[in-house]
């Protein structure tokens, strides 16, 4: 079964709105963490956001935010505001728990959503 | 700030020729993350290491091989390469005390195979 699940191949959006891109999860954990990656045309995967299982507030940093519902196992990306250079693939990902210790605490990816800032 | 640095960033070779690709982690952290991300896929897991020891193995092939040095630095090794080989491969690193750090990924080797 798939872990992360993007169900928008490609999105667009006009400078200065807002675009909400999906994301749902599936896991057993009680503890995970939930990530948003960018990646630009050029390759480089840049860090974006961040949520963990326990977090009773959703993450916000800068223009985007984290639409948390734990309930749904959903973890939405909200970007404000979109500028141009925000055109890039992102990716929503997920470290789970490891129960046997050491550091098993790979990340499993989404498919991705192509996003395209119109002007 | 200093980030996750690997080298080199482009790289050709021919099939069933070998390849070394590097990755230097940020300072201090003590886990290192290889990934490979095919044309227009998402990246797949393919090993880690904990404090220079391996931690965990993906779909990684066996004509891949890893380690990490006492530096905290790590290598991929590749042999007998594959058409199907050419992807971009990203090292990330991070503090592990459990699934809520972030992992910082390096820019990536861009492998060709010819």
């Known amino acids: 079964a798939q872990k992360i699940t993007q169900t928008q191949p490609g999105m667009f959006v006009q400078e200065k709105e807002a675009v909400t891109l999906d994301c749902t999860y599936d896991t057993s954990d009680q503890s995970y963490g939930l990530f948003w990656y960018k990646q630009p045309s050029s390759g480089e995967m840049i860090f974006l956001i961040y949520q963990g299982s326990y977090d009773e507030q959703n993450a916000t940093e800068g223009r985007y935010s984290l639409n948390f519902q734990k309930a749904r196992k959903s973890a939405n990306l909200v970007i404000s505001a979109s500028q141009l250079g925000d055109s890039a693939m992102y990716f929503c990902?997920?470290?789970?728990?490891?129960?046997?210790?050491?550091?098993?605490?790979?990340?499993?990816f989404g498919k991705g959503t192509l996003l395209t800032v119109n002007p | 700030a200093a980030g996750v640095i690997q080298s080199p960033r482009h790289l050709i070779k021919e099939k069933r020729e070998t390849a070394t690709l590097k990755c230097y982690p940020i300072p201090r952290h003590d886990t290192v993350y290889w990934y490979q991300q095919g044309p227009g896929q998402d990246p797949q897991f393919l090993i880690s290491f904990y404090e220079k020891m391996q931690s965990d193995k993906g779909s990684i092939p066996d004509r891949f091989s890893a380690q990490q040095f006492s530096d905290y630095h790590s290598e991929l090794n590749m042999s007998s390469l594959e058409l199907g080989d050419s992807a971009l491969y990203f090292c990330a690193s991070s503090f592990d005390r459990g699934p809520h750090q972030p992992q910082h990924f390096g820019d990536g080797t861009r492998l060709s195979i010819l």
């Open positions: 990902a997920m470290r789970e728990g490891s129960s046997s210790g050491g550091s098993n605490y790979k990340l499993t």
